[in-house]
């Protein structure tokens, strides 16, 4: 049974640019959340998806944006990057109503210059 | 509006001595608490849960924690620590609002001496 998978593990991108992140869930779950952890500090929650809709959104710019597809997967884009945005990504998944029953994925590191 | 404050950024503990790591959390009712372990490059790992019931749960490899709530508090202990528990910790508070959302807090970094 494969857990939450992530790809990329590591990207490099350039200021202004824009990137897009990807998440497949652990089987069976049909709920993906996405939390940005910067170094040093705890994961903050970006946005959580269900039946392909945004549910939930933390306190982040429209510069960040998702997807979520037929089969739960999930994307998170971020447009007009900023070095601030430099931190390692994470993705988490569960079942809609068991939201607290979280796995989370490894993470991409993304690195702003 | 909802809070976790972990006041310690890091404790180092001897190998074999007990520890507590404290967090402190702000919400209107009782949410879900949450320990989250987390080594260097790696995603987070939960170590237990509260929801309701006893206060006192017990989690992966160990470890403990007891809801307080008069304190507000859901601090995370082991009796022994082993020189693998070197690692970030993070408490964190999950709630129901049209879905379910987790905050964390800042972490504490967890050094073991040999």
Known sequence: DAGVTQSPTHLIKTRGQQVTLRCSPKSGHDTVSWYQQALGQGPQFIFQYYEEEERQRGNFPDRFSGHQFPNYSSELNVNALLLGDSALYLCASSLIGQGYEQYFGPGTRLTVT | ?114
Not at chain 2, 20 to 37: D, H, I, K, Q
Not at chain 2, 67 to 78: A, E, H, P
Not at chain 2, 92 to 104: E, L, P, Q, R
Not at chain 2, 105 to 113: D, E, I, P, Q, W
Request: charged share 15%; with cysteine; glycine share 10%.
């Open chain 2, 1 to 114: 509006a909802q809070s976790v404050t972990q006041p310690d950024i890091h404790i180092t503990v001897s190998e074999g001595a007990s520890l507590e790591l404290r967090c402190n959390y702000s919400y209107g009712a009782t949410p879900y608490l949450f320990w989250y372990v987390q080594s260097p490059g790696q995603g987070l790992q939960l170590l237990l849960k509260y929801f309701s019931g006893d206060t006192l749960v017990q989690g992966i490899k160990g470890f403990e924690a007891e809801f307080k709530r008069s304190q507000s508090s859901f601090n995370l202990r082991k009796p022994s620590v082993h020189w693998s528990d070197a690692a970030e910790y993070f408490c964190a508070v999950g709630f129901n609002t049209g879905g379910f959302k987790t905050i964390f807090g800042a972490g504490t970094r967890l050094f073991v001496k040999a």
